[in-house]
């Protein structure tokens, strides 16, 4: 008689090596972060070659950074909303009008800055909720909705600004110190580093122990303290390098707590997981009982509060509201930023580590091609554009693999 069959597959402690795990993702279109990390050390080589290593001093990164803050914070929410499989086309008016709030009541009214701060985030999350219920509710396509909320907001920032047109911010108010002359001190920046490092330590051991109880291969805890290891030595270096200028500015390290709070809930919470079921298959997700309405309420609010914030300390960070607040190119970085950074425009693929390092590409470029000379716009929106097309590209090819190999 023959042996009977196993019911069940053992644990495989170890499971492949690091190098055929990582193989196979890439094969299966699973990239992460690996094509923009790439296309960041090319941007970065390139300028530093060209502006004679200028780009790599230590007073022009302090500077990249502290322009990175609040694109970034814009960034986020547009990445909420992209995982969905949508799009936000207003983050710009709606940045714009909270920067006129703050302008109109911080100075021209003489409010105190958290009854401002209130009265702007209460203007956003109202916007967002308006959005996600029409959306929710009549079903109409995000690409309308908010084009039509990008003029309506527009027209109301233009009228509250219409009597003063720029607005001059007081530099001792808190808005301006917070976004452009607050830095960490040394010590609080390696702190920053040990408790990220840290934190993404016990991440990964805590899905590893999940998955051994579950019955499946788990990562070496000698991969995940090497994993950690690196990323405290690159941000202990970091933060050691700037601390030789002015240090790390307060506004960018508010970007990167707001990038890891938000992975967290997006990753590791029932509602982030509502969300990527949400952009893979609505129908399906409907079906398992998730509330597709709540989410696209909650989501299209939230990036509506974040193009605030964002819209906050980009005013914080020019010590003034003008007209062209959240105008111009303000739109399409967001996007670009959050697309460029690996979130899928199909919805449904990516974390809110997009838009850090989404946006430090797009900073990037602008202020390498600044240092370079190059004058006017055209350059900046040129070599932008096409960044961002590789990055579709890639998308798409990635996707296109998904699916070959039944991943999607």
């Known amino acids: 008689m023959s042996a009977p069959l196993a019911t069940t597959r053992p644990a495989i402690p170890g499971g492949p090596s690091l190098l055929t795990r990582l193989t196979t993702r890439v094969r299966h279109g699973e990239l992460g972060p690996l094509p923009v990390v790439v296309g960041l050390v090319i941007i970065w080589a390139v300028f530093g070659v ?36 949508e799009i936000d086309l207003s983050v710009g008016s709606v940045s ?9 009541g911080l100075v021209n009214h003489g409010w ?28 109409v396509p995000s690409f309308v909705l908010t084009l039509a909320g990008l003029l309506t907001f527009l027209g109301v920032q233009l009228a ?47 899905t590893s122990r999940r998955r051994e109880r579950a019955g499946l291969a788990s990562r070496p805890l000698a991969v995940s303290a090497l994993k950690a290891g690196l990323l405290l030595a690159v941000l ?48 399906a997700a409907r079906r398992a009982g998730v509330r597709v309405h709540v989410v696209y309420l909650t989501v299209f609010m939230l990036c509506s509060v974040f193009a ?23 739109n399409l970085n967001a996007i670009a930023a959050a697309v460029i950074g690996g979130t899928s425009l199909f919805g449904g693929r990516g974390s809110a580590w997009s838009a850090l390092l989404g946006v430090i590409v797009v900073q990037s470029i602008a202020n390498g091609l600044s240092l370079m000379n190059f004058q006017g716009d055209a350059p900046r929106f040129i070599v932008t554009g096409v960044v961002l097309l590789l990055a579709v590209i890639v998308d798409s090819v990635s996707r296109r693999s998904r699916q070959n190999h039944g991943t999607v």
């Open 50 to 85: 060209a502006t004679g290593g200028d780009f790599f001093g230590a007073e022009n990164l302090v500077n990249l950074a502290v322009q990175c803050a609040g694109p970034g914070l814009i960034a986020v929410g547009v990445v909420l909303v992209l995982l969905l499989g």
């Open 96 to 104: 714009g009008l909270g920067a006129a709030v703050l302008g109109v």
């Open 112 to 139: 105190p800055f958290p009854l401002v701060l209130a009265v702007a985030l209460g203007a956003g999350a109202v916007i967002g909720l308006l959005y996600g219920f029409l959306f929710a509710r009549f079903g």
């Open 160 to 206: 509250l600004l219409n009597t003063s047109g720029s607005i001059n911010l007081p530099a001792d108010s808190f808005i301006v110190r917070f976004s452009l002359f607050e830095y960490l001190l040394p010590w609080q920046a390696y702190l920053l580093a040990v408790l990220g490092a840290g934190g993404l330590f016990l991440s990964d051991l805590r």
């Open 236 to 283: 202990l270096g970091v933060a050691a390098y700037l601390a030789t200028d002015r240090g790390t500015g307060v506004s960018f390290a508010f970007l990167v707590v707001v990038v890891v709070v938000v992975n967290f809930f997006v990753g590791r919470t029932r509602w982030g997981r509502s969300i990527y079921a949400v952009g893979g298959n609505v129908e």
């Open 308 to 330: 605030v914030v964002g819209g906050l300390v980009s005013a914080g960070s020019l010590t003034a509201v003008t007209l062209s607040a959240g105008t111009g190119d303000v």
